[in-house]
């Protein structure tokens, strides 16, 4: 399984910019996923998560209103665009992904939870960068 974070870089606060995640060697459709962010000196944290559907998401309360997650599974790719970008974003990004036999059995009422921690998660990408400039 090979997840690639791609599209990060160097923005000014206020600005927005879109990161992508390529997905192969895994089914992709069937695979809940998310993304994560660690800043330095800081521990990784949760950004936002899409159901392997793409009929639910959920967000960090830092990226409601300013981030969207989504994904397209006819071509094996998650987003994340991200607005009015703030200097305390700056942080290298990661997509993570959920086995799809996990995946399809795992509930709502518990994804909603389990999507948020980065044990949940059995595949990881190698991260980009993201900078916020002030």
């Known amino acids: 399984v090979q997840l690639q974070a791609s599209g990060g870089g160097l923005v000014q606060a206020g600005g927005s910019l879109r990161v992508s995640c390529t997905a192969s060697g895994i089914t992709f459709r069937r695979s809940n996923m998310g993304w994560f962010r660690q800043a330095p000196g800081k521990e990784r944290e949760f950004v936002a998560a899409i159901r392997y559907s793409g009929s639910s998401t959920n967000y960090a309360d830092f990226a409601k209103g300013r981030f969207t997650i989504s994904r397209d599974n006819a071509k094996n790719m998650m987003y994340l665009e991200m607005n009015s970008l703030k200097p305390e974003d700056t942080a290298v990004y990661y997509c993570?992904?959920?086995?799809?036999?996990?995946?399809?059995?795992?509930?709502?009422?518990?994804?909603?939870?389990?999507?948020?921690?980065?044990?949940?998660?059995?595949?990881w990408g190698q991260g980009t960068l993201v900078t916020v400039s002030s």
């Open positions: 993570a992904a959920v086995r799809p036999s996990l995946s399809e059995r795992t509930i709502l009422s518990t994804w909603w939870t389990s999507s948020t921690q980065s044990s949940s998660y059995d595949y």
